[in-house]
């Protein structure tokens, strides 16, 4: 499967963006997308994932109540609304899919886009 990520860019804090994940190939096999992050000098962060059949959906702890994962099946897409944005939430996010029903560790996932910039500033 191939992942195109796009919607990221410079927000002010407070500010909101939605991040697009649209995938392609065989997407059928694949149950699991999620969203990851990484800022300079650190590791990758699991921040979101949704399942494509039911909709289950996980969240770091970190943006729980701020951001909200969705998916529209019918366009093979993900989305990520980010609202109430910090400058923490600063990073280069990536979407990835996974032949698994849950998953938040880099190694969960087999299939990855492009990473899109967020930047927020203070």
């Known amino acids: 499967v191939q992942l195109q990520a796009s919607g990221g860019g410079l927000v002010q804090a407070g500010g909101s963006l939605r991040l697009s994940c649209e995938a392609s190939?065989?997407?059928?096999?694949?149950?699991?997308m999620g969203w990851f992050r990484q800022a300079p000098g650190k590791e990758r962060e699991f921040v979101a994932a949704i399942t494509w059949s039911g909709g289950s959906t996980y969240y770091v702890d970190s943006v729980k109540g701020r951001f909200t994962i969705s998916r529209d099946n019918a366009k093979n897409t993900v989305y990520l609304q980010m609202n109430s944005l910090k400058p923490e939430d600063t990073a280069v996010y990536y979407c990835a899919s996974s032949r698994w029903y849950s998953g938040t560790y880099p190694r969960d996932f087999s299939s990855w886009g492009q990473g899109t910039q967020v930047t927020v500033s203070s």
């Open positions: 190939g065989r997407t059928s096999s694949y149950n699991l």
